[in-house]
């Protein structure tokens, strides 16, 4: 036996590997979907083989094939801005996820598993300094790089941004290879996990 064949996940192990929470992935044993073993002490263990074919079953492998786009979700309620960040990163070769509405976004992010979140801090539902924190206390996006693209330039406004968990800033109205820059940067070295 192979150490491939012997490697065993905890559910939360596997519900890392497949960016989902570790209740899917026991919901999922439940529903026969992964096959699993039980401790004596009553925790699933799943093997790292069946954990690859449940994975190839429902295509959950990385995107991070080489022919894969990086996804940018960005939110902002001001079309203008919405149009011009999106003809900017489109020419750069990013698939783009647009929101407008404050409310989808903690639900499109859940989905669409962006790489980076373009945010915008002010909008008329909800202020960005709630979104930002719901995205942070969620699993599925906590280690999403953030950064906060917004007209606020006062010091204690920015200081209260990166407090509710951006990871950069970049002040409206910006040039274009400034916020080219900006996101490469933040895509190459992701979030700390942790």
Known sequence: MSDQENKAYTTFEA????????????????????????????????????????????????RDKADSKKRIM??????????????????????????????????KAAQMSPDLILLDFLMPEID??????????????????????TCLTKEQDIERIFACGADEYLPKPFRAEQMLEKVHELLGKGRPVG
């Open 74 to 107: 960005i939110v902002d309620d001001d079309p203008d801005a919405l149009a011009l960040m999106e003809k900017i990163l489109t020419d750069e070769g990013f698939e783009l996820i647009k929101v407008s509405n404050a409310t989808e976004v903690g639900l």
């Open 15 to 62: 519900a890392k590997i497949c960016h989902v929470t570790h209740h899917s992935i026991k919901n999922w044993i439940k529903q026969g979907l992964i096959k699993a073993s039980r401790t004596p002490g009553g925790h699933y263990r799943i093997l790292e083989k069946d954990l690859d074919a449940f994975r190839e079953q429902f295509d959950m492998f990385p």
């Open 128 to 149: 960005g300094f709630e979104i930002c924190k719901a995205l942070r206390s969620s699993e599925l996006t906590q280690n999403t790089p953030i950064m906060a693209v």
